[in-house]
């Protein structure tokens, strides 16, 4: 996942591996307190697809879904105040 241009603190892209990948403030950006602490969100690696799922209690991960969603590159990914580009 890439940064959105437009934010300033974390500048390099975050970059994981594994098939299921579970997103929190830190593994994303350890001083936002706006992103959750345990699960933000689940990124899922299935049948050659990527899927984001919400798990906040806030329900502050953006694209609102209620269910797994395909991830293209370019999609914008919300997690607390943060704004990130997928990119696989």
Do not use: C, H
């Not at 209620?66 to 990130?84: A, H, M, Q, S, Y």
């Amino acid at each position: 996942m890439i940064p959105n241009a437009n934010e300033e603190a974390v500048t390099s892209p975050l970059v994981f591996s594994g098939e299921e990948i579970i997103l929190n403030r830190d593994n994303t950006d350890e001083g936002n307190m706006t992103i959750t602490s345990k699960e933000q969100a689940v990124l899922t690696y299935e049948n050659k697809k990527w899927y984001l799922q919400d798990r906040s209690e806030q329900k502050t991960t953006f694209v609102y879904t209620t269910e797994k969603i395909e991830l293209k590159p370019g999609d914008i990914i919300v997690l607390g105040n943060r704004r990130f580009e997928f990119d696989e």
